[in-house]
């Protein structure tokens, strides 16, 4: 009966009703066609790591991620990066994941924004589709949480600037940039708090920590706020009243430890793949040093049901 209730149980947390469903373990050096694992073709960047690809329909969607986990660590972080074209992200997530351990979910949309791969219908953004709705997706990206994984963090990289005219707080002086996150932008959603000393890697205002909060709740309620506002971060507030599918609001409307990193991508020659990389990895390894130190890692940790 035990042995059952546990088949049971794996059918819920692996997606059952996920049509055609495929894990397969994969060899990171032989993977064609993707670039992320095309500038890595040395094999200590995959030493103690294992590599699994998963496909995967869900309702007009077909997903393709990448999980690639220090198994000798499964309580290190969930690393999340959801946009294919956001390379540095994923960049600094593999140097993270051999410093820190932990799961890496990587979605492959072929090395663009979104998910195109869809039988009607616009195409998706990967994170946008964050619902409990439709908890196949989640349940993928998501599994590592239920097996010791703490905390999630998400990487990100964006365009220079943003635009003033949809910004509640515009600074005359700025000319429209291409971006959408800075620190210099607000909407009824998004308060910026900006650095005050701007040291490096803040010095760049498209360099950002997000800090997601429940509406009902206090910016310092965040997860590492207060930490991250102390250490003199640019940090956005992020209010959440009803999800917009992204993790960041996934996660605070399930109470999951959740950190996200942007800064800006500066181009993909390796020296500004390199530069762009290391703003994330500073901002990481920071956060990490103040708010997610095994010392502070909670005894008990939510558990994630999908269904
Ligand atoms: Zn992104």
């Known amino acids: 009966m035990r042995i059952l209730a546990l088949g049971?149980?794996?059918?819920?947390?692996t997606g059952a009703r996920l049509p055609g469903l495929t894990v397969i373990r994969v060899d990171p050096l032989t993977v064609t066609g993707d670039d992320d694992f095309a500038r890595h073709r040395d094999?200590?960047?995959?030493?103690g790591l294992t590599v699994h690809r998963i496909d995967f329909?869900?309702?007009r969607e077909t997903w393709r991620l990448w999980k690639i986990e220090d198994r000798s660590r499964p309580n290190g972080p969930l690393w999340f990066v959801p946009h294919d074209n956001e390379n540095a992200g994923f960049e600094a997530a593999l140097v993270e994941l051999h410093k820190y351990g932990g799961t890496l979910i990587a979605v492959d949309s072929g090395g663009v924004r979104m998910n195109h791969?869809?039988?009607?219908?616009?195409?998706?953004?990967?994170?946008r589709n964050f619902n409990d709705g439709l908890p196949g997706y989640p349940s993928q990206v998501l599994a590592a949480l239920n097996h010791g994984a703490w905390p999630i963090i998400a990487l990100h990289t964006n365009q220079r600037g943003y635009d003033p005219s949809t910004s509640t707080c515009p600074?005359?002086?700025?000319?429209p940039g291409e971006g959408v996150i800075s620190i210099r932008y607000c909407d009824a959603v998004l308060h910026p708090s900006p650095s005050q000393g701007r040291a490096y890697p803040f010095d760049n205002d498209d360099t950002v920590a997000f800090a997601?909060?429940?509406?009902?709740?206090?910016?310092?309620?965040?997860f590492c706020d207060r930490q991250m506002m102390a250490a003199d971060f640019n940090v956005v507030h992020e209010r959440v009243v009803d999800s917009d599918g992204s993790l960041s609001n996934y996660a605070v409307l399930h109470h999951l430890s959740y950190l996200n990193f942007e800064t800006e991508d500066l181009g993909m020659e390796p020296d500004k793949l390199a530069a762009t990389r290391d703003r994330l990895v500073w901002m990481v390894d920071h956060a990490?040093?103040?708010?997610?130190?095994?010392a502070q890692r909670p005894t008990v940790l939510p558990k994630l049901i999908f269904r």
Do not use: F, K
């Open 57 to 59: 329909s869900e309702e």
């Open 117 to 127: 791969n869809v039988t009607m219908g616009p195409p998706i953004d990967p994170n």
């Open 171 to 175: 600074h005359p002086e700025d000319v």
């Open 43 to 47: 094999p200590a960047d995959w030493q």
């Open 8 to 13: 049971l149980a794996a059918l819920v947390l």
């Open 288 to 294: 990490i040093a103040m708010c997610a130190t095994p």
């Open 212 to 222: 997601t909060y429940n509406a009902s709740a206090r910016p310092e309620d965040a």
